[in-house]
T-cell receptor, first 111, second 113 residues
Framework: GQSLEQPSEVTAVEGAIVQINCTYQTSGFYGLSWYQQHDGGAPTFLSYNGLDGLEETGRFSSFLSRSDSYGYLLLQELQMKDSASYFCAVEEDQAGTALIFGKGTTLSVSS | EAGVAQSPRYKIIEKRQSVAFWCNPISGHATLYWYQQILGQGPKLLIQFQNNGVVDDSQLPKDRFSAERLKGVDSTLKIQPAKLEDSAVYLC???????????FGPGTRLLVL
């Protein structure tokens, strides 16, 4: 079967660093994406890893290890506005194919 | 550029009634997806279109759900008849072919009573 495992909740304070892990088990693997979703909002794209290694985009970084079927999203210099749900999602086949999402991690940032 | 548009934003119906959702993707995006997101879970694909052809509808409950994308632009998702378990947010997303980034609309929140 297909499964993506990520922690259900993470809490942190402003200015801290948080890492959200994702392990996946899917029929195929092409790439791992991360999406952010605020309450009542649309999922928005954060980062993508097609190859092993680290991708950095401002305060957010994402890492992938294909051999370990593992990735993580690193959020630095946390701000209150980062409080949201974060989803890892696998593209099984090729770019442009549908995403298989994890259940999401709710991040709460306090002052 | 304008984002993905969806309507209505909210809908309340009784079980066994029918409902339809509309999506207008980003201009030039040939690929369109419909996802169902149940509270507390990640989005789950219902159907994927490439232009006006179906790429993947393996998870669409075809006894009650149908979708079309006439002329390869706008799309409509219909549920007939609705069940209580259909209560969810229905998200439409679009992307360029061979692009890993999907752009989501605001979704339609459906409540079936």
């Amino acid at each position: 079967g297909q499964s993506l495992e990520q922690p259900s909740e993470v809490t942190a304070v402003e200015g801290a660093i948080v890492q959200i892990n994702c392990t996946y088990q899917t029929s195929g693997f092409y790439g791992l994406s991360w999406y952010q979703q605020h309450d009542g909002g649309a999922p928005t794209f954060l980062s993508y890893n097609g190859l092993d290694g680290l991708e950095e985009t401002g305060r957010f970084s994402s890492f992938l290890s294909r051999s370990d079927s593992y990735g993580y999203l690193l959020l630095q210099e946390l701000q209150m506005k980062d409080s949201a749900s974060y989803f890892c999602a696998v593209e099984e086949d090729q770019a442009g194919t549908a995403l298989i999402f994890g259940k999401g991690t709710t991040l709460s940032v306090s002052s | 550029e304008a984002g993905v548009a969806q309507s209505p934003r909210y809908k309340i119906i009784e079980k066994r009634q029918s409902v339809a959702f509309w999506c207008n993707p980003i201009s030039g995006h040939a690929t369109l997806y419909w996802y169902q997101q149940i509270l507390g879970q990640g989005p789950k694909l219902l159907i994927q279109f490439q232009n006006n052809g179906v790429v993947d509808d393996s998870q669409l409950p075809k006894d009650r759900f149908s979708a079309e994308r006439l002329k390869g632009v706008d799309s409509t998702l219909k549920i007939q008849p609705a069940k209580l378990e259909d209560s969810a947010v229905y998200l439409c997303a679009s992307s360029r072919p061979d692009q890993e980034t999907q752009y989501f609309g605001p979704g339609t929140r459906l409540l079936v009573l």
